[in-house]
């Protein structure tokens, strides 16, 4: 009796011990999704385990027991729960691809949910967690601004659209750094052309960003630089009225200075604009000149067009034509 009483007892220790051990290899340093052992429990004790390790700070393991509540009782209203618990762990433990997925099957499932602006917000911030400097590739940075955007239009009055905004604002800033470290590697290699349309882009896009400032001040040193110095002007001119007390005006101001307008010596009436005799430029004519080709300038070594006179009753082509005068004709008998 003794034996069978403690039968079940071991089985209960040899899966408690399979749970931890599960729930360890989950939270251990692998960013993997481990699999853990299938043991039926009621949803309450999942739950309730999946919670504790939550508040403990061990976020993997809750993350899988929230998983679990969900593979266990799909149907039930914790699972609804489970999922955005979820997201929410995986969050936390910086598994920021787990949380975007869990984040988006909750949305799928349950899009007219109360929590699905809680949803789109997680989507929005594992994205947004993982934005790099601006000297790396900004394809996660657009993934970040169209999801901030996304949760913005479609609950603009929830508390998490508010923070969403200045994210957005963040982003955008973010996105105006990676143009003008493009633009300042353009010039520092003398393309101006390129830099110039990308410090353009930056006033075109991201106005209201930090970077406006600078970017008027380099529109104005690469219009310089392509000789367009009414561009310069303008971008110069736009420093001044916006932000007319910073150092970047000041260096506008300055390059403008030390670049002054030099006035053209008006041409003399009857100048050709372009010299004569230029390579390819075909000789300028004067007023009251004609400009045809004289018939006895043909070139050297071509074929003369030919010619008839009416004194003459054949015409010949060649350099030693043959005329017969017409006075002197044979008349046919």
Not at 183 to 201: D, E, H, K
Not at 256 to 284: C, L
């Amino acid at each position: 009796m003794r034996i069978l009483r403690s039968r079940p007892l071991l089985l209960a220790v040899v899966a408690g011990t399979a749970f931890t051990m599960g729930g360890c290899a989950r939270g251990g340093g692998g960013g993997g999704r481990a699999d853990i052992p299938y043991v039926a429990r009621d949803v309450g004790t999942l739950y309730t385990a999946a919670k504790k390790r939550l508040d403990t700070g061990q976020y993997k393991e809750a993350a899988a027991l929230f998983d679990e509540v969900e593979r266990q009782h799909p149907y039930s209203i914790w699972a609804r729960r489970a999922q955005l618990m979820s997201a929410f762990s995986y969050y936390l433990g910086k598994d920021y691809t787990q949380s975007i997925q869990s984040a988006q099957r909750f949305i799928s499932v349950h899009p007219g949910n109360r929590d699905a602006p809680y949803a789109y917000y997680l989507v929005a911030l594992g994205y947004y967690e993982q934005i790099q400097d601006v000297t790396r590739d900004q394809r996660i940075t657009r993934q970040a601004l169209d999801a901030l955007g996304e949760l913005n239009r479609r609950y603009p009055n929830t508390r998490y659209a508010s923070d969403a905004r200045l994210k957005i604002d963040l982003v955008n800033d973010h996105l105006a750094g990676k143009e003008m470290e493009i633009g300042r590697f353009y010039m520092a290699r003398g393309q101006w052309l390129a830099a110039n349309m990308r410090f353009r882009q930056v006033i075109d896009q991201y106005q209201t960003t930090t970077h406006a400032p600078e970017a008027l001040m380099r529109l104005t040193e690469t219009s310089l630089q392509l000789g367009m110095r009414e561009e310069a002007k303008k971008s110069a001119a736009v420093l001044g009225a916006n932000y007319p007390g910073t150092d970047w005006y000041e260096r506008a101001y300055k390059i403008m200075g030390e670049n002054p307008v030099k006035p053209i010596a008006p041409v003399p009436t009857g100048t050709p604009i372009v010299p004569d005799g230029t390579p390819g430029v075909q000789a300028s004519s004067l007023p009251g000149e004609s400009t045809e080709t004289p018939r006895d300038a043909q070139p050297a070594g071509s074929t003369p067009a030919p010619t008839a006179d009416p004194a003459t009753s054949t015409t010949t082509v060649g350099p030693n034509p043959t005329v017969t005068p017409a006075s002197t004709a044979p008349t046919p008998n």
